[in-house]
């Protein structure tokens, strides 16, 4: 099975993948103001609805507080929720076909240790 790309994905997951990188990078920290759906829509060139789609997955997953007429807030504790989600994600999901990768390949951890480390 190949991997669906960053290409392939529909626009408001990769634009929740960038959200989610604001917070897990610390950009956007507990109690922190989002971004306006208007102002994210512009800053990626998307249609208002798509930012508002991928906003409403983070409020569903209890990951940001909406205050009427103020905005959306990151909700406490939501890096480390979306940490944990993620890395089950990546783990389950994406790590699998990354070691099938790695071995057509014939890469093995101490390559990579050495790449990164470089």
Not at 54 to 73: N, S
């Amino acid at each position: 099975m190949t991997p669906m790309s960053n290409e392939d994905r529909p626009v408001y997951l990769r634009l929740r993948d960038n959200i989610a990188a604001m917070i897990l990078d610390g950009r956007v920290r507990d109690g922190d103001p989002l971004p306006s759906v208007r102002s994210l829509a512009a800053d990626y060139g998307a249609n208002p609805l798509t930012v508002a789609k991928a906003y409403q997955t983070f409020q569903e997953e209890g990951l940001v507080v909406v205050k009427r007429g103020v905005g959306m807030f990151v909700a406490a504790g939501a890096a480390d929720q979306l940490r944990t989600a993620e890395r089950k994600d990546f783990l389950e999901n994406r790590w699998p076909d990354i070691v099938s990768h790695m071995r057509r390949l014939g890469l093995d951890a101490d390559d990579l240790v050495e790449r990164a480390l470089a």
